[in-house]
């Protein structure tokens, strides 16, 4: 039988250490830098994560390795350098503000402190060195909470996998509580609708307005995924906040590649219809996507722009994801308050309890 190593067991443990809450926000990844290098390390682990791509695992590396890791990196590469900033890439900067910012709100908690970090499933920062950093502050309840309002497979479970594959190899797991999905959340619906009317009070409103989503294999929803759902009630609260109708407020998924069948509607194909229908001024929003990333800034903002215009389109506008907006940080601390209300009624005392019983088994002097 083979056995992991385990960690933790380093000499920088103490016990004399007080106990925190931990709040770990994750979210999918990024490259490190904007080049072919680094874009095609970075695709080989988000690619062959067999949550994102289920295919035969001999096959899929064929594919991966044979093809796509020797084509895509360079075109990715490429159209990252358009969004890259002198900080890094925008979904990192994104996240480390969101971050930041409910730590802000934690700080000086009664009770138990809390510890706010992020970290991303593929790219830097890693899971495992946020969850190591977090233990070595003294985490001891730890709430994880994935940046994907929509439940999926591909994304939030995932997410899980690279977590518990962690804590295999650690010596004392926190209790753990893992969000997974906030798809009706109504502060979350909230911040949208205030964030979509603060838009259009500067720039009007447009004749339809697309709620693009990540899309996934059609064939996931068949085999149980409730992503497709999730998306739809979204879109079906927002509207109903914003007061609009599902002529005007129109659902549509975006990113698909590959042959097989996605969840449709395409958002491109959508966007490259709807002059011919008569539409010539649209909005689109991306509910899905907590913070903006190359899907959003890229692809939305630029390239399925171009397709609407070219298309015979007169007005097009992409809104921005919600990132740090004030509105959203207040719905995110109220879903995290949700879930560790309990834990930040327990007092100090307990820590000390654990310490002063280490001191009298010798574990400490």
């Avoid at 730590?103 to 991303?120: C, H, P, Q, T, Y």
């Avoid at 609708?193 to 996934?216: D, F, K, M, N, T």
């Avoid at 009630?233 to 097989?260: H, Y």
């Avoid at 601390?333 to 001191?359: C, P």
Wanted: hydrophobic share 35%; glycine share 6%; with cysteine.
């Amino acid at each position: 039988m083979k056995y992991r190593s385990v960690q933790g067991a380093d000499k920088r443990y103490s016990h004399q250490r007080e106990d925190c809450v931990g709040v770990l926000l994750t979210n999918l990844g990024t490259p490190d830098e904007p080049t072919p290098k680094a874009l095609r390390r970075y695709l080989k682990e988000f690619l062959w994560d067999p949550r994102v791509v289920e295919l035969p695992r001999p096959l899929w590396w064929l594919i991966l390795n044979g093809i796509i890791l020797n084509t895509r990196p360079r075109r990715s590469a490429e159209a990252y350098r358009q969004v890259w900033t002198d900080a890094g890439s925008p979904l990192l900067l994104h996240t480390r503000a969101q971050a930041d910012a409910l730590s802000n709100r934690f700080s000086g908690e009664k009770g138990l402190s809390v510890i706010v970090d992020f970290a991303m499933r593929y790219g830097n920062p890693s899971i495992e060195s946020v969850i190591q950093r977090m233990q070595e502050r003294g985490v001891r309840r730890l709430l994880v909470l994935p940046l994907y309002p929509q439940y999926s497979a591909a994304t939030t479970a995932s997410t899980f996998d690279a977590l518990a594959a962690d804590f295999t190899r650690r010596r004392w797991l926190p209790d753990l509580r893992f969000v997974s999905h906030y798809h009706d959340f109504p502060a979350y619906i909230e911040a949208m609708a205030l964030s979509i009317e603060q838009y259009w009070q500067h720039h009007g409103r447009p004749e339809r307005l697309l709620l693009s989503y990540h899309g996934v294999p059609e064939r996931y929803l068949h085999s149980g995924d409730p992503y497709y759902c999730e998306c739809r009630t979204t879109s079906r609260l927002l509207a109903r906040r914003l007061g609009v109708d599902e002529e005007f407020c129109m659902t549509t998924f975006q990113s698909r590649f590959g042959r097989e069948e996605w969840l449709k509607p395409y958002t491109d194909e959508t966007l490259k219809a709807l002059p011919g229908e008569g539409v010539k001024s649209v909005q689109v929003y991306c509910p899905g996507f907590s913070a903006d990333c190359l899907e959003t800034i890229e692809e939305i903002g630029v390239e399925n722009r171009d397709y609407f215009l070219s298309a015979g389109g007169e007005r097009y506008g992409y809104i921005p994801a919600l990132n740090d907006r004030v509105e959203h940080i207040d719905a995110l601390e109220l879903l995290i308050r949700s879930h560790i209300a309990d834990w930040l009624s327990v007092q100090a005392g307990d820590s000390a309890l654990r310490q002063e019983r280490a001191q009298s088994a010798g574990a400490i002097s």
